[in-house]
């Protein structure tokens, strides 16, 4: 870390805030308690919007590191990693907002308020937000994310590096279709044992400054005025002190979808007084009306005032307050130590799945077809909630630098799902005889004069969000892109132009200009969305030219394409009998799982998946490679589980979606040089048969702690190079109100360094019951340490288990220790999947009820 704690902060003006909120009228204060702030001089507030996005990595707001997907970091069983990684996201957000004048007015995805993690629970693989958690697991979820908060806030709570806004509380995991009006019916059990010690874990140790309460409703009352939720649990349970937000627009969900009030100052009455402090949106607007009809009171909207303020007070931005942050310079963005951590997170992500007669690491001087649409693509690198890459490095990229580019042909053999265009690949665009297009770069808004940049890009698939290339201002630049197109084979080919519209507050947006074979097919803004344009070819190139006009805040553009199945299919295959080896990279996209996409084709709709299986397009490609007799290697990139047929790859990875630095990551895990060590944060289920009703939030069958069929490949899972020992395992336990120790001695028995990720799995008294709805507990995660041991070496690794994670739920949520005798499982994965030992240890004494 950098000692910028060096130098001292004062502390702030204790009467400060109070002075400030006694200068404001009641709509002064409803309108501090919007998302989008205005300034307020009397008060001595620059103006400030409260959202910012820092998931994995800081986010929309121009250049910075992005790190793999959350379910990637989960990937690693890393507590130190997370808080490092949540470190670098805190010294970029402040790196920016130290680059304007302590007082300069914020705009959206300026601030120093982070609504990041989030630590809903993956219970469904369907999900497409999925992608943003750190699992299914309580544990593993609870913990990652303390680390993570500690790392974005850093050390010292009274100076917070930057505030922590872990979400959605609670009890939210899809699906994404209707849900601003969702109502959930958790039980009492599965409410305490699932969904919500995460987020106690995330305030109690984590110290989480902020929280956000979720879209849904539970049992009929709206997340965000559910008082018993926000402050019975929240603040008189766990003593949460800091400022709760609502999700965007879920205080107007209040009366415009959930129908618990008839209008707008009724919703933003029941939000404050439920415990909703800070509205993002601008439901909180009609506060004044609430109050002159005495639904809420003005202290109580003080009350929530002084918690929001305090806030940006003890962040040092005002009211004279300091910060030792605010000498964090603005280079400390994508630093060659946070590229670094990128690439090493990455590495760690990676879940060896499955590798037949070690058919990986690969071997030198092998010739390589890499085939896939997810080969190629930014957006498989940086998934949602993303910054924009300095110097991504895509799979195909990462393949050419570690194997030689001479070793490597690349085709793109499918899409990814049937109707789902992809990105024209580069085996598709030619100029001046080489992959790709010309591109002309300009100074001005407007395509003409003289480029001030010519270069070759090798696809049209990139993130401009607040930034622009070789120094041209990002407000106001152009491109011109010009070659050939080259359909893989006659047929429709469906042509789109794709450019990701701004989240909020654009005032202008891109224009683009195409034209084919010289004749014009668009001119004109594209907004939201995306334009297609069919072209019947007979499969020779075609002249085409295409004009960016960037003078708005649209994120980027993409090339797009639905080409003829077949020629794409054959020319994966023709690459494939040419090389020794495929390296297969397919999977989903953030284009096919997400948040509340605009997405509907077989096995995805909105957002989310309805099969989870690897779509057929993407089987049959399989089917195709196989058939060469060629050895297959199968990199998945994905935000969640994908079930596949383990027989149609010699060697399967998990991937995820990777970040910045995923292609080299993936590389290096082909040519051994580094020894995949991840672990799976979900189970990989056979088929969605094996599932519950997606809507149905009961955890019967869900999750390796409830499920009793048998998985694809388990929670825990992962492979390596080497293998490992396990023996002598001990527990050591006494009464019920006291902690469990246990050791196990764990050896590196290979021939490669590598690290292990020691589990430990608690098998609690035989249950009773468990009829109707109740879920029955196999085991559970009780912890885990990551270790790194060189070959022949060995470490002993102790466990200290609390009450609390040894405890049991009943089915009316009372959480207690019991007495009796429990197994105890520590290994590289679940019982039955790799080594590992079991020991026992007997409670004894009574039953101890432990609060909530």
Not at 27 to 49: C, I, N, V
Not at 412 to 424: E, K, P, R, Y
Request: glycine content about 10%; some cysteine; overall charge neutral.
């Amino acid at each position: 870390m950098i000692p910028f704690l060096l130098l001292l902060a004062g502390d702030p003006d204790p009467d400060a805030v109070a002075k400030a909120i006694a200068t404001m009228t009641i709509e002064e204060k409803a309108a501090q308690l919007q998302s989008t702030a205005p300034a307020d001089k009397e008060a001595g507030l620059p103006a400030y919007d409260w959202w910012n996005e820092g998931l994995h990595g800081l986010a929309r707001n121009g250049h910075s590191t992005v790190f793999p997907q959350a379910i990637a970091l989960a990937a690693t069983w890393d507590t130190d990693l997370l808080g490092k990684v949540g470190d670098v996201v805190a010294t970029e957000a402040r790196a920016k907002f130290n680059a304007k004048p302590i007082g300069a007015d914020r705009r959206i995805y300026e601030g120093l308020t982070i609504w990041s993690p989030n630590i809903n629970i993956f219970r469904d693989p369907r999900w497409g937000r999925g992608q943003e958690t750190y699992g299914e697991d309580p544990y593993l979820t609870g913990h990652l994310g303390v680390a993570f908060i500690r790392g974005l806030q850093g050390p010292d709570p009274r100076h917070p590096k930057v505030i922590a806004t872990p979400k959605h509380f609670a009890v939210h995991s899809g699906p994404e279709a209707g849900r601003d009006g969702f109502d959930v019916d958790p039980s009492p059990q599965d409410l305490e044992a699932t969904y919500l010690p995460a987020f106690r874990l995330a305030v109690t140790e984590g110290k989480a400054q902020s929280l956000m309460c979720a879209y849904n409703a539970i049992h009929g009352t709206p997340a965000c005025a559910l008082s018993d939720l926000m402050n019975d649990r929240l603040r008189k349970d766990w003593g949460f002190t800091g400022f709760t937000v609502s999700d965007c627009d879920a205080v107007a969900n209040i009366h415009m979808y959930h129908h618990y009030r008839l209008d707008g100052a009724a919703a933003a009455a029941a939000a404050l007084k439920g415990g909703n402090d800070l509205n993002c949106g601008s439901a909180y607007a009609a506060l004044p009306q609430a109050y002159r009809h005495g639904l809420v009171t003005e202290s109580e909207i003080d009350l929530a005032l002084t918690r929001a303020l305090s806030a940006r007070q003890a962040l040092g931005t005002i009211f004279g307050a300091t910060s030792p942050w605010s000498a964090v310079p603005a280079s400390e963005v994508g630093t060659p130590a946070h590229r670094a951590l990128a690439l090493d997170a990455a590495r760690k992500a990676i879940v060896l799945l499955k590798n037949d007669a070690d058919r990986l690491p690969l071997k030198p001087g092998s010739r390589i077809a890499v085939i896939g649409a997810n080969a190629d693509d930014l957006g498989v690198l940086e998934a949602n909630y993303h910054g924009t890459a300095i110097d991504p490095v895509t799979p195909l990229d990462g393949i050419r630098r570690q194997f030689g580019t001479d070793k490597v042909v690349y085709a793109q053999g499918s899409l990814l799902a049937d109707g789902a265009a992809v990105v024209v690949p580069e085996t598709a665009l030619t100029a001046g005889g080489r992959p790709g297009l010309k591109a002309e770069y300009f100074a001005g808004s407007r395509v003409g004069g003289t480029p001030a940049l010519v270069r070759q890009d090798r696809r049209i698939d990139f993130n401009f969000t607040r930034v622009a290339p070789a120094g041209l201002d990002p407000k106001g630049f152009a491109v011109r892109w010009s070659g050939e197109l080259v359909p893989p084979g006659p047929g429709r080919t469906k042509l789109a132009i794709d450019i990701p519209a701004c989240w909020k507050d654009c005032t202008t947006h891109n224009s683009v200009r195409l034209w084919i074979d010289g004749k014009p097919r668009h001119d004109g803004v594209l907004g939201k969305g995306r334009v297609e344009f069919p072209i019947d070819s007979d499969g020779r190139p075609h002249a085409f030219r295409l004009e960016l006009d960037h003078a708005g805040e649209d994120e980027g553009i993409r090339l797009l394409w639905l080409p003829p199945a077949e020629p794409l299919l054959q020319q994966a295959v023709a690459a494939a009998k040419d090389a020794d080896l495929v390296v297969a990279v397919l999977g989903l996209s953030p284009d096919l799982e997400g948040e509340a996409l605009q997405v509907s084709v077989p096995g995805f709709v909105g957002g989310d998946r309805t099969d989870i299986a690897l779509p057929l397009v993407q089987q049959r490609l399989l089917d195709a490679l196989r058939a060469t007799g060629k050895p297959i290697v199968l990199v998945l990139a994905s935000g969640s589980a994908v079930a596949v047929d383990p027989a149609q790859a010699d060697a399967i990875l998990a991937a995820w979606y990777p970040g910045e630095a995923g292609g080299t990551a993936i590389a290096e895990t082909l040519a051994g040089l580094s020894n995949p060590s991840g672990r799976l944060p979900v189970t990989f289920y056979k088929s969605t048969s094996d599932l519950p009703a997606f809507v149905d939030y009961g955890m019967k069958e869900r999750t390796y702690r409830y499920f009793t069929g048998t998985p694809l490949w388990g929670f825990g899972h992962g492979l390596s190079y080497t293998r490992f020992d396990y023996a002598g395992a001990q527990a050591k336990a006494g009464a019920t109100d006291a902690p469990v120790t246990a050791t196990v001695r764990v050896r590196n028995a290979g021939a490669r360094a590598g690290d292990e990720v020691v589990q430990a799995y608690l098998v609690p008294p035989a249950a009773k019951g468990g009829g109707g709805t109740t879920p029955v507990l196999q085991r559970e995660l009780v912890g885990f340490r990551r270790v790194a041991l060189k070959p022949g070496k060995a470490a002993t690794l102790s466990f200290t288990l609390d009450p609390r994670s040894i405890s049991s739920v009943s089915r009316d949520g009372t959480r207690r220790v019991l007495p009796g005798t429990y197994r105890l499982w520590l290994g590289g994965g679940q019982p039955g999947d790799g080594a590992g030992a079991w020991t026992e240890f007997t409670l004894r004494g009574d039953a101890v009820e432990l609060p909530k």
